[in-house]
């Protein structure tokens, strides 16, 4: 065989991404992208905010069924995992009785480019973050200097410092204090932000997020990074299993959501907390901005990049 690569595409639905996924991991497939019909519902529904404006090309996900897809190598070790892929989703077909998880076949074509499993990483520099942090990927060649490294590959969990409200968020934990400090980190996704405060000399983090591969992400990333002793990361509802106070609360997710929670961010926060609230779009600053004063927070920072806010508050 050449040097290409095999495009597999595991066809399934909303319901089997997580099982399928989970599977994946276990046979050591940790790059995968996913094309779910399901998350253009959620995003005219509201579920990741309002939004003025959607791209016409999102409108395609309507006609597209859910894929899992990951690349293997075009040689007999690749043809090893593809049989292990195909043994899996056998077994999972047989356990899924009454067909939630769709037809979990899979599809196969060719990618002629023999330098794709490099040429991807190329688009994952080392980025600076304030004075401070610098992310970079495990496989990043460079010097960082006088930068704490925050070792971040792109994977299954939201969070890699390429997005705006995650670069917001890590800016404001750069040129604050926070040695000493314990962090809670709502919507914890990749780990990234409570990672980054531990690097930048917070005493513990405590993340939490509804996404289990997100847990399982967070949690690799820390031991990566060195501070697993420091950290702990668990997936459930933040209102339900969050019984300390923090130093610093930040969270990284829609307008929406924060705005659910906001009654119980007070108890969430020692006094003279912070709460760094991230991941919402410009024209719902306001909303933000109107209920943190309802309830009684002042307003200490607001930053913007892209049409995405960050709002930096204490009680």
């Not at 319901?15 to 399901?38: C, F, P």
């Not at 529904?45 to 894929?67: C, N, Q, S």
């Not at 410092?161 to 919507?187: A, K, M, Q, S, Y």
């Not at 307008?255 to 991941?279: C, H, Q, T, W, Y």
Request: glycine share 8%.
């Amino acid at each position: 065989m050449d040097s290409s690569w095999k495009k597999v595409d595991i066809f399934t639905t909303s319901e089997g991404i997580e099982h399928v996924s989970s599977a994946l991991y276990d046979l050591g497939h940790h790059s995968i992208s996913v094309v779910d019909a399901a998350d253009l519902k959620n995003l005219m529904d509201g579920k990741y905010g309002a939004w003025d404006y959607i791209d016409p090309d999102l409108m395609k996900l309507r006609e597209v069924e859910t894929t899992i897809t990951l690349y293997i190598p075009n040689d007999e070790q690749g043809q090893d995992r593809l049989n292990e892929i195909q043994e899996t989703l056998v077994l999972l077909k047989a356990k899924d009785a009454n067909g939630t998880f769709g037809r979990l076949e899979c599809a196969l074509s060719n990618v002629k480019n023999e330098n794709w499993a490099d040429a991807w990483k190329d688009d994952y520099d080392p980025i600076d973050i304030g004075d401070n942090l610098i992310i970079c990927s495990s496989w990043a060649d460079f010097d960082p200097k006088e930068r704490k490294a925050l070792i971040i590959d792109p994977g299954m969990a939201f969070g890699t410092g390429l997005d705006e409200t995650t670069r917001l968020c890590l800016e404001v934990l750069d040129h604050t204090d926070v040695n000493g400090f314990t962090v809670l980190d709502i919507g914890c996704g990749s780990g990234i932000l409570a990672i980054g405060a531990l690097l930048l000399g917070a005493e513990s983090a405590f993340g939490i997020d509804i996404d289990e591969t997100a847990v399982k992400t967070a949690k690799e990333n820390a031991e990566q990074n060195g501070v697993a002793e420091k950290s702990v990361f668990i997936c459930g509802d933040p209102v339900e299993l969050v019984s300390e106070t923090y130093d610093i609360v930040c969270a990284n997710i829609s307008a929406d959501v924060i705005l659910s929670l906001m009654s119980e961010l007070p108890r969430f926060l020692k006094n003279d907390g912070v709460i760094i609230l991230s991941g919402i779009i410009e024209n719902r600053e306001q909303d933000i901005i109107d209920a943190l004063l309802d309830i009684g927070f002042s307003i200490v920072e607001r930053n913007e990049e892209k049409g995405w806010s960050c709002v930096v508050a204490k009680v």
